[in-house]
């Protein structure tokens, strides 16, 4: 069964300070590798898909990278904006249609 | 930029009684799902739909969940008899070929 999981739960950030987002994986035979940002009361928007260990996307404050057992989401000088749950999620198996997600990282940052 | 649509935003409706969730995905997208998000748990993948048939389907998705795809433009979710554990935030998403899942801002399904 594919499991992804994601630390930390949650990151209290001073505006500026930059940080780390993990997301870890077991799957077989991994087609892609999703991050989503998520807003209250918003259905996840997509950020990034990562297919090989070694890919590298950035966006604007955010980088994301793979290798073959996790991802990282880095968020560089973040700004108050950047407040969000950010969920990370494989595409995996043969038929490789659905998504599985980790749990989410909440990051809350403050002016 | 287009994106995907759900009606309603919230929907509050006696346990037993039936209930359909509806979505407009992104016109020209072709694979389409719908999600659940129980309050604090992660996103589940219920069900994906391709060619007018049903794709793949999780475990929750049992005999009484369906969806549909009426004309060219709906996709929904119905729930035949509503149980308390349906409450839940339920999202549509869907997708062209070979790129990601686009979401709707979902559904919030309250089963009192």
């Known amino acids: 069964e594919d499991q992804v999981t994601q630390s930390p739960e949650a990151l209290r950030l001073q505006e500026g300070e930059s940080s780390s987002l993990n997301c870890s994986y077991t799957?077989?035979?991994?087609?892609?590798l999703f991050w989503y940002r998520q807003d209250p009361g918003k259905g996840p928007e997509f950020l990034f898909t990562l297919y090989s260990a070694g890919e590298e996307k950035e966006k604007e404050r955010l980088k994301a990278t793979l290798t073959k057992k996790e991802s990282f989401l880095h968020i560089t000088a973040p700004k108050p904006e950047d407040s969000a749950t950010y969920l990370c999620a494989v595409q995996a198996g043969a038929a490789g249609n659905k998504l599985t997600f980790g749990g989410g990282t909440r990051v809350l940052v403050k002016p | 930029e287009p994106e995907v649509t759900q009606t309603p935003s919230h929907q509050v409706t006696q346990m037993g009684q039936e209930v359909i969730l509806r979505c407009v995905p992104i016109?020209?997208?072709?694979?389409f799902y719908w999600y659940r998000q129980i309050l604090g748990q992660k996103v589940e993948f219920l069900v994906s739909f391709y060619n007018n048939e049903i794709s793949e389907k999780s475990e929750i998705f049992d005999d009484q969940f369906s969806v549909e795809r009426p004309d060219g433009s709906n996709f929904t979710l119905k729930i035949r008899s509503t149980k308390l554990e349906d409450s839940a935030m339920y999202f549509c998403?869907?997708?062209?070929?070979?790129?990601?899942?686009?979401f709707g801002d979902g559904t919030r399904l309250s089963i009192l």
């Open positions: 998403a869907s997708r062209a070929r070979n790129q990601p899942q686009h």
């Open positions: 799957v077989s035979g991994l087609r892609g």
């Open positions: 016109s020209n997208h072709l694979y």
